[in-house]
């Protein structure tokens, strides 16, 4: 019969590393005596992030005296000793190989079930003083697991673990952190595991994402990035030939392009954005920037929208340069914010040149006369400043199901209400709720950035799901940094110290070039110190949360990622350059 070996609690506290400050509670230490198993948490310890870790989901972490021998033997250590690894109960005699999702195990009184894996994060590797902790946790198959309280009560060390009853369809532990985490999804494994009701929700919704990501789809893992678009249609930058400028507004010029040998371009999901390189820095120096498609993603050609900014160099030179006939370079599209293809109700919302994106999926709406719900809401200054105005109205009457509510925030006297607006002012919470907006939608929503942390804020607070709130930014998407406190955001920036001699680091969307030098880990470490916003999490390439597109160049990796990430990705935290190289960040 397996046993408690011994229990470990441990409060969170602030821990420094690499300049930085960690609030964990991954310092674990075996206690004497009985402790009280609760339905969130043993009495006398905690989690720091609850994000990842604790919960009714995560409320116990059991890891195996086997595996502490493995790793002592793997890693020529001694002193890894129980709690080490940050686990609560450390036991004897229920390898990660045998138990299953869904086992139910009791100790004295209490009742537990086992719900997933250990989530692996870069903290264990703090934990042990061995970054590479989270990667080898699951390469060698010995993640731990954790369990939810059914019944409370004491424990204390050196009770017996009695197993009363068996998880359905014997997914051992090991099999389905593999599954998740390492190459190779086969479907009938997924739909087994997606039928134990024990699954913790975080852990099914990864496993769906897989399974509808199915064998049509690109390649990468979509359980852990949530994204399901397909790969590039091209790799690095393409030549393509401008075919025809206009105003949009007083403020926006449309590009139209085209493939440089006429040939049509690739269609593109309905949504998503191209990076245009331009000479148009000091001395002809090419600058990147993002923008959105606006077109039909079936016509052959891109389109895109580009507002005039009053200090915006590229913009600027669009505005001045850009003429028929010219040559550009272009990255192919790319970007999970895309329109999905199902029956759900649409909310389409956006302000100014925001409008680029959901216009696209108007043009896709329209050319198959859809018969979803469709909410088109518009905010504009007024007139003069409303972007592809007729053409989005005439995209609407082809629609049998929409409604159009355009806001300006100050008309002019020229500007028809009813028939160029429909409401003065700018669009607020109060006003989502006055139109009656489905709360079951997909919502879309593009335009500064103030604008849509409101919007998602007014959507969610009207009773849309979160989940269903997808939203499009043409700067840097906000970094994650996990048990890290948020500092004041600085504008990005080349390292402090003399220029490096390596290849040349563009971030696309921080508008930001810089030079490799020796002394840098991975382009994670490199984006940090010019305080790029990045999201990671394990830094090992186990989580794919630093899966960024890799817009050109090549990579080399210093760990292999246990699985690749999708083609025209690549993952910062363990990867360096090899040659000049574009980064979407």
């Known amino acids: 019969m397996a046993k408690l070996v011994s229990v470990n609690v441990g409060k969170p506290k602030n821990v420094p590393w690499q300049g930085r400050t960690v609030y964990t509670g991954v310092w674990k230490a075996p206690v004497t005596g009985p402790r009280m ?6 009495d006398g310890d905690g989690q720091g992030d609850l994000d990842g870790h604790g919960g009714e989901n995560r409320a116990v972490l059991f890891y195996q005296v086997a595996s502490y021998d493995h790793w002592a033997a793997e890693l020529g250590r001694d002193d890894l000793k129980p709690g080490a690894l940050g686990e609560n109960f450390t036991v004897d005699g229920l390898p990660d190989d045998e138990v299953c999702i869904g086992d139910r195990y009791r100790i004295g009184p209490v009742v537990l079930e086992v719900t997933q894996p250990r989530v692996t994060c870069y903290r264990v590797g703090i934990r042990v003083g061995e970054p590479r902790m989270p990667a080898l946790l699951v390469s060698h198959r010995r993640p731990g ?11 204390q060390a050196g009770q017996d673990i009695e197993k009363i009853a068996a998880g359905p369809e014997r997914v051992t532990v090991a099999e389905i952190d593999a599954l998740l985490y390492l190459p190779g999804h086969p479907r009938d494994a997924l739909e087994r595991a997606l039928r134990i009701p024990a699954l913790s929700p975080g852990w099914k919704w990864s496993l769906q994402q897989l399974l509808d990501q199915g064998a049509d789809k690109a390649a990468g893992n979509s359980g852990l990035t949530g994204s399901t678009a397909p ?21 926006v010029r449309s590009v139209s392009l085209a493939g440089a040998d006429g040939a049509a371009l690739p269609e593109w999901l309905p949504g998503q954005s191209v990076t245009v390189r331009l000479p148009a820095g000091p001395d002809g120096g090419s600058l990147i920037r993002n923008y959105s498609l606006s077109n039909e993603p079936a016509s052959g050609t891109y389109r895109i929208g580009v507002k005039r900014e009053p200090h915006g160099t590229v913009s600027a030179y669009i505005h ?4 028929p006939g010219d040559v550009v370079d272009v990255a192919a599209p790319r970007g999970p914010f895309f329109l999905d293809d199902g029956e759900d109700s649409l909310i389409l919302l956006s302000a100014g040149v925001g409008v680029t994106p959901v216009l696209s999926m108007l043009h896709s709406l329209a050319g198959v006369a859809s018969k979803r719900s469709v909410w088109w809401v518009h905010g504009a200054r007024d007139g003069a400043e409303h972007p592809f105005a007729a053409e989005a109205r005439a995209l609407l009457d082809a629609l049998p199901n929409r409604r159009s509510h355009v806001f300006y925030s100050r008309p002019a006297l020229t500007d028809r209400r009813g028939v160029d607006y429909d409401e003065q002012g700018r669009i607020t919470a109060d006003g989502l709720r006055l139109l009656g907006v489905p709360v079951t939608a997909q919502a879309y929503l593009c335009g500064p950035e103030l604008f849509m942390a409101e919007m998602g804020r007014a959507l969610a607070g009207i009773g849309v799901d979160p989940a269903n709130i997808h939203m499009e930014t043409f700067g840097a998407r906000a970094g994650l940094t996990p048990g890290i406190a948020p500092t004041g955001a600085k504008p990005p920036h080349p390292p402090e110290g003399p220029s490096g001699p390596g290849p040349e680091i563009q971030f696309a969307r921080s508008a930001l070039s810089a030079q490799w030098a020796p002394g840098y880990e991975s382009l994670l470490e490199f984006a940090e110190a010019c305080d790029v916003p990045t999201r990671w999490s394990c830094r090992t390439g186990v989580c794919h949360n630093c899966e960024t ?26 990867s360096t350059p090899s040659e000049n190289v574009v980064l979407d960040l």
Do not use: K, M
């Not at 198993?37 to 043993?42: C, D, K, Q, S, Y």
């Open 37 to 42: 198993v609760r339905r969130l948490n043993i």
């Open 145 to 155: 697991f954790y369990c939810r309280v059914l019944a409370e009560g004491e424990v």
């Open 231 to 251: 790969r590039p249609a091209w790799p690095g930058f393409r030549s393509l030939r401008v075919t025809g400028t206009r105003d949009e507004s007083t403020t």
């Open 320 to 323: 001045a340069h850009v003429r």
């Open 549 to 574: 597109a890799l817009l050109s160049g090549q990579v080399r990796y210093g760990l292999d990622p246990l699985e690749p990430p999708a083609p025209g990705s690549v993952l910062l935290c363990v």
